[in-house]
């Protein structure tokens, strides 16, 4: 049986995610189950050993009072991200249809040498040259219509990701390809939500216990899940609604909702966590200094989101209970990696919002940067993306200066905003004398 999806970054959100809710879908699906070729990023461990277990794998669902185990069956093949040729023939393959991407925030960046590896028929290096690649293989093969769909924390993604995919190919000076891609491809966008920590050597015992079989690769997740997207397949599409997926029009409130909340919390938690030496969320939310300062920054979206104020309530209630979980090990080391990708877009949109509304810069961001610029300063720091930031933090002795370059991934506005940098930097002046 050919698989009708692609999808590029096979990690554990993935298979705890999309791949989750396809094999859902798939119990009910017209006209027969729809596969998944996975594509890792580079590495090549996990293929081979999905692969010899036959691209099946167990997802436990860790709730507080015990775990449940799925056997996943939805991957008809897992392969190595630097095999190019498996990657090219997947997406010119006329039967693919769907494209979907997992690949953290800072993979979407364009690197700078993509123009000439493209050019010179090299793979690319970031997830939109690689997606172009792979677009231009299926150009030439004759063009099927193709949804390609990006399933990471970025606001309106699909636009995005349609806008980095369009610009390569206009540097290219392709101008068919470019035509093509503009009018044969859509760009979905979509929210998705699952906590999944990294899987440890015990789940393996207990993935065994609840499957019955010697499972090298499970996943470990929560109980909840959440996927919204916007309906655009041109070709067609898994039938995911029957599987709990919400389409709609315009997903961009429900990014809002998810981007500002789940996981601005999640960025406060883990550099406040961490400076305060924790090691997890659900140790965070032991740490009544912690919760308070995740409900400033709740505060500060929730005036801002477009939502009534019950479903708001809804919402941070929900998370309260899921933060909470003490059976589901989220490492705060883990969130934190790449704050400088996800600190515009969780915590500069609100910012923004805020101060156009005539409100002030709010109570938790102050706390969030300086916790941040500490973070920055230590040996924990996985953020290519903040290398040169680093840098100049580090040749600075005055917390004002630290203050504003922090303060300017956030944007201008944010970096110029006198009463924010002052605010922010007597949280930072309070994180270097003590631990509170």
């Not at 990690?11 to 027969?32: E, L, M, V």
């Not at 010119?92 to 364009?110: F, H, K, N, Q």
């Not at 190919?169 to 699952?194: C, K, N, Q, Y």
Request: hydrophobic share 40%; with cysteine.
């Amino acid at each position: 049986m050919s698989a009708r999806a692609v999808h590029l970054g096979l990690g554990a959100f993935f298979r705890a995610h999309q791949a989750w809710y396809t094999h859902r879908a798939n119990q009910d699906q017209p006209g027969g189950p729809w596969l998944i070729t996975a594509f890792t990023g580079r590495q090549v461990e996990l293929a081979e050993t999905l692969t010899a277990q036959g691209c099946r794998y167990t997802l436990i669902e860790r709730a507080a009072d015990g775990d449940h185990g799925t056997v996943i069956e939805s991957l008809g093949a897992a392969v190595p991200g630097g095999d190019h040729e498996a990657w090219l023939t997947a997406l010119a393959d006329p039967g693919t249809a769907v494209l979907t991407s997992t690949v953290t925030e800072a993979a979407y960046r364009i690197h700078d040498q993509d123009r000439d590896r493209l050019a010179a028929g090299e793979p690319g290096i970031s997830a939109p040259a690689r997606i172009l690649d792979g677009l231009r293989a299926r150009f030439q093969a004759g063009g099927a219509p193709l949804a390609v769909l990006c399933c990471d924390n970025l606001t309106d993604n699909g636009a995005m990701l349609r806008g980095r995919v369009l610009d390569l190919a206009g540097e290219l000076g392709d101008d068919e390809l470019t035509d093509w891609v503009d009018g044969s491809i859509t760009f979905p966008s979509s929210m998705v939500d699952r906590i999944t920590p990294a899987t440890t050597p015990d789940d393996l015992v207990i993935a065994k216990q609840l499957s019955g079989w010697d499972d090298q690769a499970p996943v470990v997740t929560e109980p909840f899940s959440e996927w919204v997207i916007t309906d655009a397949f041109p070709s067609g599409r898994p039938a995911w609604h029957t599987a709990g997926v919400r389409l709609v029009d315009d997903v961009e409130p429900y990014e809002q909702r998810k981007l500002w909340l789940l996981n601005g919390a999640h960025s406060l938690l883990a550099y406040y966590g961490l400076h305060r030496g924790l090691a997890t969320i659900a140790e965070a939310m032991d740490d009544p200094a912690c919760v308070a300062a995740m409900e400033d920054v709740w505060r500060d979206a929730a005036a801002v989101l477009p939502f009534p104020d019950a479903e708001i309530t809804e919402a941070t209630d929900a998370l309260r209970e899921r933060f909470g979980n003490p059976r589901i090990q989220h490492r705060l080391a883990q969130i934190a990696a790449d704050g400088s990708q996800k600190f515009p877009v969780r915590f500069g949109e609100v910012y923004r919002r805020r101060r156009a509304a005539g409100l002030d810069h709010g109570t938790g961001l102050p706390l969030a940067v300086a916790a941040w610029i500490r973070h920055l300063a230590t040996d924990q720091v996985k953020d290519a993306g903040a290398a040169e930031l680093i840098t100049r933090l580090a040749a600075t002795t005055n917390n004002a200066d630290r203050v504003r370059l922090a303060l300017g991934v956030l944007g201008p506005e944010a970096a110029d905003d006198n009463d924010l940098a002052r605010d922010t930097g007597a949280r930072l002046t309070e994180l270097q004398e003590h631990k509170s």
